[in-house]
């Protein structure tokens, strides 16, 4: 099977941050996302959009997980 294939078979989970500014919204997500932490992040307006393919071994899934950050609200 291609990996577009396997791709469009994917379970989809959306999960959607919103809250102020400045209360490490984004700083959960990249340490979820890229294993990476910084405590000098400026602050940003607008909204990012992160996404991660996760794989479980044991039983050969894999679904995607699309994280939406909403910024001042």
Same mark, same amino acid.
């Not at 500014?21 to 607008?46: A, E, H, L, P, Q």
């Given at each position: 099977?291609?990996?577009?294939?396997?791709?469009?078979?994917?379970?989809? %989970?959306?999960?959607?941050?919103?809250?102020?500014?400045? !209360?490490?919204?984004?700083?959960?997500?990249?340490?979820?996302?890229?294993?990476? %932490?910084?405590?000098?992040? !400026?602050?940003?307006?607008? !909204?990012?959009?992160?996404?991660?393919?996760?794989?479980?071994?044991?039983?050969?899934?894999?679904?995607?997980?699309?994280?939406?950050?909403?910024?001042?609200?």
């Amino acid at each position: 099977m291609s990996e577009k294939a396997e791709d469009e078979n994917l379970q989809s %989970f959306k999960v959607v941050l919103m809250g102020d500014s400045g !209360v490490g919204k984004t700083s959960i997500v990249n340490r979820y996302i890229k294993d990476t %932490f910084s405590d000098n992040i !400026v602050s940003t307006t607008g !909204v990012s959009f992160f996404s991660k393919i996760l794989e479980y071994p044991e039983t050969k899934q894999r679904c995607k997980l699309d994280v939406i950050i909403i910024y001042n609200l």
